[in-house]
């Protein structure tokens, strides 16, 4: 992970692929300040990346985790036996989110013949065909 190849893809606008590449940005400075050697901090740095990567709850982060992968492949960050993986899981995720229940809504309150619905009653508003008796 070169230092030029991050600064060049900062200003990506998504906000999470921007998190990333900042983490992995960060730690190969860092790396460098310590004196490792080009190699070690470009390792530090990719697993850096991945660590910035959001978890794969919800169908918001389960795209932030499609888009950091994608942008880490075409910037020669992550090898693509990793991405393949990564992309399998976060379909896998994606599956899951689709199948889980529609949340349930609470039944309605049945208004028989001649009375009031609930949201009259409390208002105090007469329903049709009835008389308002003061």
Not at 76 to 82: D, F, I, T
Request: proline fraction near 6%.
């Amino acid at each position: 992970m070169q230092s030029s190849d991050i600064s060049a893809s900062v200003s990506s606008k998504n906000p999470a692929v921007q998190q990333c590449i900042e983490a992995g940005r960060i730690v190969f400075e860092e790396e460098l300040a310590k004196g490792t050697d080009k190699y070690k901090a470009d390792c530090a740095a990719r697993e850096a990346y991945r660590n910035a990567m959001p978890h794969l709850s919800g169908a918001q982060n389960i795209q932030d985790f499609i888009a950091c992968t994608a942008v880490a492949v075409l910037r020669g960050l992550m090898y693509e036996s990793e991405s393949t993986r990564l992309l399998y899981a976060a379909q896998i995720a994606s599956g899951a989110l689709a199948r889980q229940p529609a949340p349930k809504l609470e039944p309605k309150a049945e208004v028989s013949a001649g009375s009031k619905p609930p949201v009259a009653q409390a208002a105090g508003v007469s329903t049709p065909g009835e008389s308002k008796v003061a």
